[in-house]
């Protein structure tokens, strides 16, 4: 127990805190506050408030430890008096920064495929022109599509020969009869355009560019009745004419546009369209052909269409057995000449615009041929056969 004396000095203390005017009070409650809890039991601390009446009858103390002080940079130790949060939204707050995006990551480069290189080619037949090479190329070509017609249809068509017209300037090719005998007709420049076609859309897809467009242009502005397929200079260089990835690609498309051409007038044939059909005749000769081209009757629109889509199957039937798988391609590429003379104030091609629809209407129906070809896995579009 501490002596009467010491405790009454204290009380002294304590009421000499309580009559120091409040705003010293104010200032010194840290102090009244250690007076009642630690200077009950130590009287050095009564002496730091600086009230010389308590420290003058004080009993000297042990001095107190120095106080321990955290770390700088330390997180500071809980005390009996934890500091309350400041009340933030008493005052208003600077608007956070806005929010950008964040920037798009970077795709990955694509891999690079290694590029194919084929040897140049030179003296290659379709960069020449060969007409004797392009007329065989068909003849070929038109067997092909006999052995990948139906059961039901191959027969008509059996041994149906192919003449060529080698009229000067002549652009066309149709299915006809002579002396209740069937036969077909090619012209030497529709095969030579056809071949240019070839090239040039070739060139485009290995290097880029517009050389089609050009090709069709030169020949809408040149091309001149009984005169020579103008030929054009300077569309490709060297070095692209002889490449080995063009010319392996023109020879599909020159394929593909021969294909496309003699599978619709073989379908006038095997669908009945001619009144000789199922009598193959014999071969013919250039003189029949130029014959019978001033003969072919205007085309009938329903037996046109029936061509187109029929002719489209029968080239897609006969590509699926190559290596190189015939598209219907070629045929919209030589949709596309024929629409780039169409309606251009170019009366060129009297005997193929005569006996042929509009490309405008023959695109939507190559296409949508080819495509149910493909959504139902090689079957074509049901076309009317007539007699049988």
Request: glycine content about 10%; some cysteine; charged content about 15%.
């Amino acid at each position: 127990m501490l002596p009467g004396m010491t405790v009454r000095r204290l009380l002294g203390c304590n009421l000499a805190l309580s009559a120091t005017p409040s705003r010293f009070r104010a200032g010194r409650g840290f102090c009244a506050r250690h007076c009642f809890s630690a200077a009950l039991l130590s009287a050095a601390l009564v002496a730091q408030l600086g009230f010389s009446a308590c420290q003058s009858s004080a009993p000297a103390r042990p001095a107190a430890a120095a106080p321990a002080y955290p770390t700088y940079g330390a997180a500071p130790s809980p005390g009996p008096y934890a500091q309350q949060p400041y009340p933030q939204q008493q005052y208003p707050q600077a608007p956070p920064p806005p929010a950008y995006p964040a920037a798009p990551a970077r795709p990955p480069a694509p891999a690079v495929a290694p590029a194919v290189v084929l040897p140049s080619v030179a003296g290659d037949p379709i960069n020449d022109v060969n007409l004797p090479w392009l007329r065989q190329q068909a003849q070929s070509i038109l067997a092909e599509l006999v052995q990948a017609l139906p059961d039901v249809a191959r027969p008509r068509v059996q041994g149906i020969p192919l003449v060529v017209d080698d009229t000067v300037g002549e652009v066309n090719a149709f299915a006809a009869c002579s002396d209740g005998r069937s036969l077909m007709a090619i012209t030497d420049g529709l095969l030579e355009i056809m071949a240019r076609l070839a090239q040039a859309a070739a060139h485009d897809e290995i290097f880029g560019g517009n050389t089609t467009d050009q090709y069709i242009q030169f020949i809408a502005t040149r091309l001149e009745a009984g005169k020579p397929i103008p030929r054009p200079t300077g569309l490709f260089s060297a070095a692209a004419q002889t490449d080995g990835r063009k010319v392996a690609r023109q020879h599909v498309l020159f394929e593909e546009e021969t294909a496309f051409v003699l599978g619709h007038e073989l379908a006038h044939h095997h669908l009945g369209h001619l009144p000789c059909t199922g009598k193959a005749g014999p071969l013919g000769s250039g003189d029949l052909a130029r014959t019978l081209a001033h003969n072919v009757p205007l085309f009938n629109q329903p037996n046109e269409a029936a061509a187109d889509l029929a002719g489209t199957t029968n080239v897609l039937d006969a590509g699926k057995r190559r290596a190189s798988h015939w598209s219907e391609g070629g045929g919209l590429l030589t949709m596309r000449f024929f629409l780039g003379l169409d309606g251009g104030g170019f009366n060129l091609l009297l005997a193929f615009q005569h006996s042929h629809p509009s490309p405008r209407l023959r695109i939507p129906l190559i296409q949508e041929s080819a495509n149910y070809w493909r959504r139902t896995g090689g079957i074509g579009i049901p076309v009317l056969r007539i007699g049988g």
